[in-house]
């Protein structure tokens, strides 16, 4: 930040040492572009007209993992490994006998592209969700979010990192 | 075609990429560049220099001009600079050499924050008076700006600077689409935990949430009448092909499969819609009309195709519209375009960095995507007439998914 603005201020010094004071918006071409730093609060977010917002937990602040382990899968799949049965099936013990919300979350791995990566994740969790609904569990307690390739668990960039990253993170939120 | 892919790999890159389009897709346009001289500006010579290196830029990108010297160009321009009492004013001429005629002369105000601005509008009426077409060097670019695990969404100008943030969220807001005005960009938004649609205005920075169903809401795209919009949504079980009114409600559902529709793209005329599905396997390109039916199937080859992105050349351009897309071959991804004739994807980009994003300038000539070298990545232009790359001014952070504005 310091940086940023020492180098900012000898190209202004510069440009004005050159009788050129208040031309901020010109850049050489060598020149590294940022976009202006994060400021102030969002606009407030206006309900769009007529569009229902469904059935949806209300979740405030980040969802916490780690009460399940991940369910994985293969390379461009969607199928539940019988190897990854059991880890759906602790889930459902988990949600017998209350009335917690679950929310699947469908991620993938680095090698598809960004928007089809959404797609193939909300499939994943929905996969998790179809074993679950198949082992008792009401859909309507199910929520489902994709980040595609978006925060893998593994920063890693080979098949140990990818196959951490092709998986369904579980998160209950109670009633 | 694999050897000579493999044999072009080790040439340098710009080489690759116009051996392609010399050959290939874009048969009959007239993709010569005219030879245009730049002499400058006369007046304050600090104002005058920085004038002149924007306006070679400009030209340069272009597409249309090639920069040259007086002795060897078709049209040489000239300028002067004065400051007045509200500010600047720039005179800009041009004149063909063979015929001594004067095509271009004007007087732009200006100040000195906004140099950037009208010499861009100064050389979209240099290509308007040599061309007759719309230049594009007063269009925008959105597109996600991304550091760490945060990413938002920044608009820039065509040639990479003026980069402003638009959202502010420190969340995820992906996959922006420009509305036919030039006025709102819509975009897939993580910012209350569920993928949602929201739309922006990229002047007040009012926002709207414009779908939010249960599961997956992503992959919008306006009409061309910016009336409806096309969209990817999960609420009937998985994911889905939808439009729907862009103020809100007239939902319909386009597609009915066991596998994922997502990334529509509306074609020129409004009619109808290309989009990805993995229903019969691999991704790849399918088009249906907009109010549903039976789709058809574009790509065949190669196994993996996505992104697809349809041009929107004016009606009067003698580019035709083409669908580009980002194929998936060796394990790289690669810009490519549909040839609607051969059915078969023509590689534009490929080599050793995974290129992404394909998104056109509204002259359907170039179009911009993101490159990815060492997990970082970065927006380039192509020229798809003549193969050229250029890489935009490089932003702290990775820069993805972008969107040509209007």
């Known amino acids: 930040m310091r940086s940023r603005f020492l180098s900012h201020a000898v190209v202004v010094t510069l440009i004005a040492t050159l009788g050129l004071t208040g031309c901020k918006n010109f850049h050489w071409p060598w020149q590294k572009k940022t976009p202006a730093p994060a400021a102030q609060q969002p606009p407030p977010l206006g309900e769009g007209a007529g569009i229902p917002s469904g059935e949806r937990p209300i979740i405030t602040g980040e969802l916490t993992h780690g009460q399940f382990p991940p369910v994985y899968f293969d390379f461009d799949s969607v199928k539940i490994r019988p190897s990854e049965v059991a880890k759906l099936e602790a889930v459902a013990a988990a949600l017998k006998g209350n009335s917690n919300k679950l929310v699947i979350e469908g991620y993938c791995d680095e090698r598809g592209t960004a928007e089809y990566n959404r797609a193939l994740g909300e499939r994943r969790a929905e996969a998790a969700r179809e074993k679950l609904v198949a082992l008792g569990v009401a859909a309507s307690r199910i929520t489902t979010i994709s980040y595609g390739r978006d925060r893998p668990a593994d920063l890693g960039h080979d098949e140990t990192a990818w196959a951490k990253n092709r998986r369904c993170e579980f998160s209950i939120v109670k009633e | ?105 004007r007087s732009y105000p200006g100040s000195a924050q906004d140099l950037r601005r009208v010499v861009h509008v100064i050389s979209d009426d240099i290509v308007k008076a ?240 993101a490159k990815t070298r060492q997990w970082r990545s970065r927006l380039y232009m192509l020229d798809v007439l003549t193969g050229e790359q250029v890489e935009l001014p490089a932003i702290e952070g990775g820069a993805s998914e972008p969107a040509w504005g209007p």
């Not at chain 2, 874009?26 to 002149?52: I, W």
């Not at chain 2, 007040?204 to 009448?225: C, I, K, M, W, Y």
Request: glycine fraction near 8%; charged fraction near 20%.
């Open chain 2, 1 to 105: 075609m694999h050897a000579v892919r493999n044999s072009v790999l080790v040439i340098a890159l710009v080489l690759c990429s116009a051996a392609y389009a010399q050959s290939q897709v874009v048969v009959g346009v007239h993709a010569q560049k005219r030879p245009f001289a730049v002499t400058g500006f006369t007046g304050d010579p600090t104002v005058a220099g920085q004038l002149t290196e924007v306006l070679k830029n400009d030209v340069w990108l272009s597409g249309c001009l090639a920069l040259a010297q007086s002795s060897e160009a078709e049209f040489v321009q000239q300028g002067n600079v004065r400051s007045d009492t509200g500010g600047l004013t720039i005179e800009c001429s041009v004149t063909q050499t063979a015929t001594k005629k004067t095509i271009l002369s």
């Open chain 2, 130 to 369: 040599i061309t007759g077409q719309r230049g594009i060097a007063q269009t925008k670019i959105a597109f996600v700006w991304s550091r760490g695990k945060v990413k938002e969404l920044a608009v820039m100008d065509y040639d990479g600077y003026n980069a402003r943030q638009l959202t502010y969220d420190k969340s995820i807001s992906v996959h922006p689409r420009w509305s036919p005005n030039g006025r709102k960009i819509i975009y897939t938004s993580f910012l209350q935990t569920f993928p949602d649609i929201l739309e922006a205005d990229i002047y007040t920075h009012q926002r709207r949430r414009v779908a939010s169903f249960p599961g997956l809401n992503s992959g919008a795209e306006f009409s061309p009448d910016g009336l409806s919009i096309a969209l990817t949504l999960s609420k009937d079980g998985n994911p889905e092909l939808y439009t729907m009114n862009a103020n809100g409600g007239g939902l319909q559902r386009l597609t009915h499969t066991p596998g994922a529709e997502s990334s529509p793209t509306w074609s020129p005329d409004g009619q109808s819609i290309a989009y990805v599905s993995d229903d019969r396997g691999s991704p790849q390109i399918y088009l249906i009309s907009k109010d549903g039916g039976e789709p058809t199937r574009l790509t065949v080859s190669p196994a993996y195709n996505t992104e697809p992105n349809w041009s929107h050349p004016p009606p009067d351009s003698e580019i035709k519209p083409m669908l580009a897309l980002t194929s998936r071959v060796g394990g790289r991804f690669q810009i490519g375009i549909y040839d609607t004739a051969t059915r078969e994807v023509v590689p534009k980009v490929a080599d050793d960095a995974d290129n992404e994003d394909p998104s056109w300038a509204p002259d359907g000539r170039h179009l911009v995507f």
